[in-house]
């Protein structure tokens, strides 16, 4: 069975500063997906990020940028020129690439404080 | 386009009763699925659905029962409710294309307190 580690609790970063949240996973699989969502006091679990695990090349999204090393089983998430209103918790996610394998295995979260 | 909706936000139940916590999206996606978050244990699948018609138990099933009739619906029963499923449910959906699937969508959730 897969298990994804997020191991930092809570992080906290000053506003404009740049913060890294890490992420380990344990897969057999060698196709499979990455994702980062991000989840705010209003509940909703949005969409940060997405990986493809055969795409060697890191994925972007404007301000969050990934650090896919699958050898290491590592996918951690950069966030740069932090804002206040990315104050959230953080839940990085695994799911199989296999057809009809749509499960989302989720880490535990880390909570991120922006600090003005 | 709502994307996935559910209802109630809230609701209070004491043990033994039962509800039904719905969910719909409007994107004709094909798997949808339910899931719950505890306090410092990230979202855990519940049941899930590959189409109308099909559904399959996933992670922590034990206590609710689901179905799906139509594609775009895929409501989760409480048949009698324990104070162990005080939690936040969501619901999520993605198109699956057959050969890769897509990202999943979530609900914004339903905040569920048994007494």
């Known amino acids: 069975a897969q298990t994804v580690t997020q191991s930092q609790p809570e992080m906290s970063v000053q506003e404009a500063e740049t913060v890294t949240l890490s992420c380990t996973y344990d897969?057999?699989?060698?196709?499979?997906?990455l994702f980062w969502y991000k989840q705010p006091p209003s509940r909703q679990m949005i969409l940060v990020i997405r990986?493809?695990?055969?795409?060697?090349q890191n994925a972007t999204e404007n301000r969050f940028s990934v650090n896919f090393q699958k050898a290491a089983k590592s996918f951690s998430l950069k966030i740069s020129d932090s804002q206040l209103g990315d104050a959230a918790m953080y839940f990085c996610?695994?799911?199989?690439?296999?057809?009809?394998?749509?499960?989302?295995?989720f880490g535990t979260g880390t909570r991120l404080t922006i600090i003005p | 386009n709502a994307g996935v909706t559910q209802t109630p936000k809230f609701q209070v139940l004491k043990t033994g009763q039962s509800m039904t916590l719905q969910c719909a999206q409007d994107?004709?996606?094909?798997?949808m699925s339910w899931y719950r978050q505890d306090p410092g244990m990230g979202l855990r699948l519940i049941h899930y659905?590959?189409?109308?018609?099909?559904?399959d138990q996933g992670e922590v099933p034990n206590g609710y029962n689901v179905s799906r009739s139509t594609t775009e619906d895929f409501p989760l029963r409480l048949l009698s409710a324990a104070p162990s499923q005080t939690s936040v449910y969501f619901c999520?959906?993605?198109?699956?294309?057959?050969?890769?699937?897509?990202?999943?969508?979530f609900g914004p959730g339903t905040r569920l307190t048994v007494l």
């Open positions: 897969t057999s699989e060698s196709d499979y997906y």
């Open positions: 999520a959906s993605s198109y699956s294309s057959g050969v890769r699937s897509d990202t999943q969508y």
């Open positions: 659905s590959v189409g109308a018609g099909i559904t």
């Open positions: 994107m004709n996606h094909e798997y």
């Open positions: 996610a695994y799911r199989s690439a296999a057809f009809g394998n749509e499960k989302l295995t």
């Open positions: 990986q493809e695990a055969y795409k060697q």
